[in-house]
């Protein structure tokens, strides 16, 4: 089955830095890489997501970047802000198995004011 | 209108009970999911339930069971819950296959 491993598992910046994240996947099957934003309380949310065909992504202050060679994405984020602090996991979906998410163990991101 | 919602929020019980969640989704998906959440926020899928079929991940103990009564709803039952059980369940709902995938707010489960 797939495997996704994420880094780092913690990232403390201070406001207005930017903030990267990496993930690696293991399948290479998978075509959809979603991130998920998770703060104290709620429920994972989708904030960008990519799709294979696709090697970069941009909305607002979120990027997300695709290598299917080496099987690798990163999130990017700039201009950091305080809201910006939660938990972040990537994912991976494979075409089998009802599209099941496999996520990456999470990044907890703290930005200081 | 949440599009998936989950009950409890909060569940406390005492080792050796059975218990149920319930999770319900009104975004007309067909795919149905139960992840566990441990202390160290690890994401683990646990079900996965499309048209009344049911694919399990074969790391979930067998006192874990989703019911489905439609497509709207897929439920999680406990029996004979364990300390080890204590963690936080999230429900989620899939339309179509690259696309979003919702998730409900998470039971917290404390087996004491």
């Known amino acids: 089955g797939e495997n996704v491993e994420q880094h780092p598992s913690t990232l403390s910046v201070q406001e207005g830095d930017s903030a990267v994240i990496k993930c690696t996947y293991s399948?290479?099957?998978?075509?959809?890489f979603p991130w998920y934003k998770q703060e104290l309380g709620k429920g994972p949310q989708l904030i960008i997501d990519i799709r294979s065909n696709v090697g970069e992504k941009k909305d607002q202050r979120i990027a997300v970047t695709l290598n299917k060679t080496a099987k690798h994405f990163s999130l990017h984020i700039t201009e950091t802000q305080p809201e910006d602090s939660a938990v972040y996991f990537c994912?991976?979906?494979?075409?089998?198995?009802?599209?099941?998410?496999?996520f990456g163990k999470g990044t907890m991101l703290l930005v200081s004011p | 209108d949440t599009a998936v919602s989950q009950t409890p929020k909060y569940l406390v019980t005492q080792m050796g009970n059975d218990k149920s969640i319930k999770c319900e989704q009104n975004?007309?998906?067909?795919?149905m999911y139960w992840y566990k959440q441990d202390s160290k926020k690890f994401l683990k899928i646990m079900f996965s339930?499309?048209?009344?079929?049911?694919?399990i991940n074969e790391t979930v103990p067998n006192r874990f069971s989703p019911k489905s009564p439609d497509k709207a709803h897929l439920n999680l039952h406990i029996n004979s819950l364990e300390l080890g059980d204590s963690a936080v369940y999230f429900c989620?709902?899939?339309?179509?296959?690259?696309?979003?995938?919702?998730f409900g707010q998470g039971t917290r489960l404390t087996v004491v």
């Open positions: 994912a991976a979906q494979s075409p089998s198995g009802y599209s099941t998410l496999t």
């Open positions: 399948d290479s099957a998978s075509n959809y």
């Open positions: 975004l007309g998906h067909d795919t």
């Open positions: 339930y499309n048209n009344k079929e049911l694919i």
């Open positions: 989620a709902s899939l339309g179509q296959p690259n696309t979003e995938a919702f």
